[in-house]
């Protein structure tokens, strides 16, 4: 029998029993459909977290908390040049930055408008290096000339615009361009319990460039961006020690965040980079999303008691047909493949609706539960958040199809091989 043949066979049958036959495809359809469903869920937390974790972090960014050389615990103020020239050195490494805060309160003025600010002494040239960015304007080329955050005009107010603010009142803040402006910093070092104030000092910087805006609409970047050569100036004047340091290691590429992590590490730096969170939540997502889909495989293992009484009555109801073709020369073989052919064609039908459908569902949960989700939170809370229910990727689809064609044709088994033991002339003995 050509293979034509057999299809034509196997659509016949399918055809004689309509209603059986729909009703098990339809079950099957709904075991799959559950399974790629439920797994995408999975999916969708995970790629919705890892987003969020990217978002809020450079992938290419590895912060030096510290190191450990023998017994001694140093701080990042107190990690030698010296070895911070040898990481800079290290493959893939494209920028060591280190970043200084004097322990002191920083009051930026312009005018009659004044803001408390954040100062961050860094090298620019390292900066540029990691990819610091500009909204407008340009790097400082002069240790005089500075770059401001991005929502430092808007919160430079006056006296009366501060009150307004405090009672809930919109207030514009500085009208224009920041770009060429001179700003005084007011440097107030922070007191110990038991000390007295301390007079505070002041210095001017021009305005060169303002930073681009934040990834999350909720972050507030009012600091100004001043040459580390600032650094000794402020401490030696404010009286202040080292101040904060800040040590950033940046790679070339994602792919080498962990080479060089892992490199820091045997030489005794504490370091942490957004590959280490990525990989313990992947650990987890990926036992989540294993035990999503076992539990949707059980929804197919269900449908697959319908395949198997399904078939197991087409054996029943095709004995004489079976009998005729034995006593035609048909191998027990072939008998077998087409009963086979039978149950595979219900789980191929029911697979390809399931995905079509799934995909449908995917959609519209993504389009309506984060409106719920939302709407429940407020327009403040909700600001900046973005939330994926579901993802379907196509190894879902590879691994659900192969496990419902696959449960399929296992249900499919047993009645065609019993196909296969029918005696001949029992089978022609039976009426039609």
Known sequence: MQFKDQIDFIRQHMKRNKLRVATTILAATMGCAFLIVLASVGFGLHQTITDDVLDNNMVTQIEVAGK???????????????????????????????????EAEAEIMIGNRSTYSQVVLSSMEEEQKAGFALSEGKMPAKAGEVVVGYHMAERLLTEAEMEKEANGEEVEGFAGSLIGQTVELELTPFLNEGEERTESSTWEFVVTGIAKEPAKDWMTDVAIYADSSWAPIFNEELGL????????????????????????????????????????????????????????TIAVLIASIGIFNTMTMAVTERTREIGVMKAIGAQPKLIRRLFLMESAAIGLIGTALAVIISYGISVLANWLVPIIILSSLGEEDAAGISIVISTIPWQLVVIASAISIGVAMVSGWRPARKATQIDVIQALRQEM
């Open 68 to 102: 450990t050389d023998g017994d001694t615990e140093l701080a990042p103020a107190d990690i030698p040049d010296a070895e911070l020239q040898q990481i800079k050195g290290m493959e893939h490494v494209i920028a060591v930055v280190e970043r200084n805060q004097p």
């Open 241 to 296: 020690e080292k101040g904060f340091k800040n040590i950033l290691v940046y790679a070339d590429e994602l792919q080498n965040v962990g080479g060089i992590t892992d490199a820091l590490k045997e030489d005794g730096f504490y370091v942490y980079s957004v590959t280490e969170e990525l990989g313990t939540m992947n650990v987890f997502f990926t036992a989540l999303k294993a035990g999503l889909i076992f539990v949707g």
